[in-house]
């Protein structure tokens, strides 16, 4: 995706919720969630497959749930899922977690 096209769309998170495995996270990896965050919010979607590319691309559309898939620097993987559209076409929460959280 190219960064002027991430620049001008913005996905709304809703609440954020941490698990408890990223708040138990070393501090200095915790310092790396808000710029990864962010790019979730900006429909950089990391590293997840091309398959999963298209349907976050959907999701836009559609108000389907959207999953980014990002690594930290010592190489621990984390998503980033943000919830479906409720009723009132909000998307109610985004979660940071490990893979083995869901």
Excluded at 46 to 62: Q, T, W
């Amino acid at each position: 995706m190219s960064s002027d096209r991430t620049k001008t769309r913005r996905l709304s998170l809703g609440r954020l919720f941490l698990t408890q495995s990223i708040i138990d996270l070393r501090p200095q990896l915790l310092g790396e969630i808000y710029p990864i965050l962010m790019r979730h919010a900006e429909c950089d979607w990391g590293d997840v497959s091309s398959e999963d590319r298209e349907a976050n691309e959907r999701a836009l559309e559609d108000g389907s749930r959207i999953l980014s898939v990002y690594h930290l620097t010592d190489g621990t993987k984390i998503w980033i899922i943000t919830d479906a559209e409720d009723a009132n076409c909000r998307r109610p929460q985004t979660t940071v977690m490990l893979p083995s959280d869901y």
